[in-house]
T-cell receptor, first 108, second 111 residues
Framework: KNEVEQSPQNLTAQEGEFITINCSYS?????LHWLQQHPGGGIVSLFM???GKKKHGRLIATINIQEKHSSLHITASHPRDSAVYIC??????????FGQGTRLTINP | KAGVTQTPRYLIKTRGQQVTLSCSPI?????VSWYQQTPGQGLQFLFE???????NKGNFPGRFSGRQFSNSRSEMNVSTLELGDSALYLC??????????FGPGTRLTVL
């Protein structure tokens, strides 16, 4: 079993829909990252969380430390949100461990 | 501020050759991490350097090595290339906040 599991692996939705991507992890962590990767490879760091909730524009990330679970929400989704979303966890000073990614496609 | 830059962006090599990839971090960032991304394995951590010292290393064979210079620029080297080393190699820099800023990557193809 991977240390970091994401669901779903693929998600297709219509423009305007509310999107939720989930990330579960099996070890204690110091921080959790949500990353966005567009076709072509460039990766952008969206959020870094150690507790609670963060919001940036239409994106919201939450984390429940006790349940070892995080969610990334996108409100009013748009075709430009189409990308691969990757969850990664960090334990103390150790390396980042990545989930397998969720491929999101938003159709107009 | 300029972002993280990586050179070259694309590279084609043959089995048995060696390759050196370069990463220039954001000005003022002292930490540089390297990652390998393949369709099968996804993103995997290679190593992290901070102030010229290797701070963490992933589970890769000794053919993969790296270093960091006094100006924080970093290089990684892969010797005796194998077909399975074909991947997108990403570097990321960070300051003390731990948020990682990724470069565009170097796409390596081994024939």
């Amino acid at each position: 079993k991977n240390e970091v599991e994401q669901s779903p692996q693929n998600l297709t939705a219509q423009e305007g829909e509310f999107i939720t991507i989930n990330c579960s992890y099996s070890v204690g962590i110091s921080a959790l990252h949500w990353l966005q990767q567009h076709p072509g490879g460039g990766i952008v760091s969206l959020f870094m969380l150690s507790s609670g909730k963060k919001k940036h524009g239409r994106l919201i990330a939450t984390i429940n430390i006790q349940e070892k679970h995080s969610s990334l929400h996108i409100t009013a989704s748009h075709p430009r949100d189409s990308a691969v979303y990757i969850c990664a966890v960090k334990r103390g000073a150790q390396k980042l461990v990545f989930g397998q990614g969720t491929r999101l496609t938003i159709n107009p | 501020k300029a972002g993280v830059t990586q050179t070259p962006r694309y590279l084609i090599k043959t089995r048995g050759q060696q390759v050196t990839l370069s990463c220039s971090p954001i000005s003022g960032h002292r930490s540089v991490s390297w990652y390998q991304q393949t369709p099968g394995q996804g993103l995997q951590f290679l190593f992290e350097y901070f102030s010229e010292t290797q701070r963490n290393k992933g589970n890769f064979p000794g053919r993969f090595s790296g270093r960091q210079f006094s100006n924080s620029r970093s290089e990684m080297n892969v010797s005796t290339l194998e077909l399975g080393d074909s991947a997108l190699y990403l570097c990321a820099s960070s300051s003390t906040t731990d948020t990682q800023y990724f470069g565009p990557g170097t796409r390596l193809t081994v024939l």
